[in-house]
């Protein structure tokens, strides 16, 4: 059993890292899926969001049932981790494109809920004065595990088969370390069941801000992460030719992993200053980000450059302050849940923005669309300026 907390929150990172790999195996392996195949867009489109709807029904799951805070979290993440891995193996074995894998890769997203809103259950058990810092490592590894597919791949080659097997063998040994790890000392178990707890999500003032913030700021996150790069070819083709789709890939995870790395200092900052604070301008910064790349679309390239990774890198690490602000609020017993709640509430509204993104943008255009990604930043500095506020008050 890992004794320190340096060790545990350094374990919890990796698991993290490890397991989330899991998500975005379906996209980095679509190209040969559909080489092998020849499944069609739609089905192309079903692998990537079943992992979504799946993470937000587990999301759901766990919260109404308190799992995360009624049993011990690191058993609840060791055996998310191990269904998430087993569930990828059963790609190999099953028809391409099919229904089963369809539902496979839900499972997976079912799976991932106990991964993801549970490591931060455990994670905020090991601190108060630095949760800021604490979760916005484990955002940090998220972000980092999300991107790790498109590695695996790499590694991989033509053979999709071999991405598949060592993304879930990651998730197998993240379900091992879970079961090394410790509980910190202020970890709190619920004594019962209580679905009515997620009602403070309403009830309680600010905690509905954080609430508000988190929605405002996934509003904007998860349409960037997906449809950034195919907006970037589109700029790069003309004064680039061939090399668009190469230059676009660069700047998407240069952009992507420059927020990821942020996540920590702005948690450092966060316990200093105030957790609402630093996501407050973090928002203001990626809603001006958002405008800015929207006008320079048809502008020059190298603005349109500078603004997405501006963009990319104040996107990401408010994201951790809005669940600490919820650990804080919340009774110690029930954070686990309204985390979860949280999350699922977000992805439930990113799966809405992500397919829909397509359909704005043939009716709008680029330029309007990305620009209009400011509106939930918006939203989420005002309840960020309402909750400090009411917390001074």
Request: aromatic residues 10%; hydrophobic residues 60%.
């Amino acid at each position: 059993m890992i004794q320190s907390k340096a060790a545990n929150v350094a374990t919890l990172a990796l698991i993290e890292v490890l397991a989330m790999s899991l998500w975005f195996v379906s996209a980095a392996i679509l190209p040969e899926l559909v080489a092998e195949s020849g499944i069609s867009e739609a089905r192309a489109a079903a692998l990537s969001s079943a992992v979504q709807i799946g993470f937000v029904a587990g999301a759901l799951g766990f919260a109404l049932h308190g799992t995360a805070d009624r049993f011990d979290p690191r058993k609840v993440l060791g055996a998310s981790a191990f269904i998430g891995g087993l569930a990828g193996l059963c790609l190999l074995i099953t028809p391409v494109g099919g229904n089963i894998q369809i539902l496979l890769r839900g499972i997976t997203g079912a799976a991932l809920a106990g991964v993801y809103p549970v490591g931060m259950k455990i994670i905020v058990g090991w601190g108060t004065k630095d949760r800021g810092l604490l979760i916005g490592l484990v955002v940090a590894a998220l972000t980092l595990g999300s991107a790790l597919p498109h590695l695996l791949s790499i590694l991989g080659g033509p053979n999709w088969q071999v991405t598949v097997v060592l993304a879930s063998s990651l998730a197998f040994a993240a379900g091992i370390l879970a079961l090394l790890t410790g509980l910190g000392p202020y970890h709190a178990r619920a004594a019962r069941l209580d679905p009515s707890a997620l009602t403070m999500a309403w009830t309680n003032l600010q905690i509905r801000l954080a609430y508000i913030g988190y929605l405002g700021h996934m509003w904007e996150l998860y349409v960037f992460w997906a449809w950034i790069s195919a907006a970037a070819v589109i700029v790069f083709a003309p004064e680039f030719g061939p090399e668009a789709g190469r230059l676009a890939s660069i700047l998407t995870f240069s952009a992507i992993a420059l927020g990821g790395l942020l996540c920590v200092p702005a948690g450092w900052f966060a316990d200093s200053i105030g957790k609402a604070r630093v996501a407050r301008y973090a928002m203001m910064i990626s809603g001006i980000a958002a405008v800015v790349t929207g006008f320079a679309f048809n502008g020059p390239v190298w603005l349109f450059v500078i603004a997405v990774l501006l963009w990319g890198a104040s996107i990401i690490p408010d994201s951790a302050q809005f669940s600490a602000l919820v650990a804080d609020l919340a009774p110690p017993e029930r954070a686990g849940s309204l985390m979860t709640f949280q999350t699922a509430l977000g992805f439930t509204l990113t799966f809405f923005t992500v397919q829909l993104l397509p359909f704005a943008v043939s009716l709008l255009g680029w330029p309007l669309v990305l620009a209009s990604l400011a509106i939930g930043p918006a939203i989420g500095v005002e309840a960020m300026r309402r909750l400090i506020e009411s917390r001074l008050g």
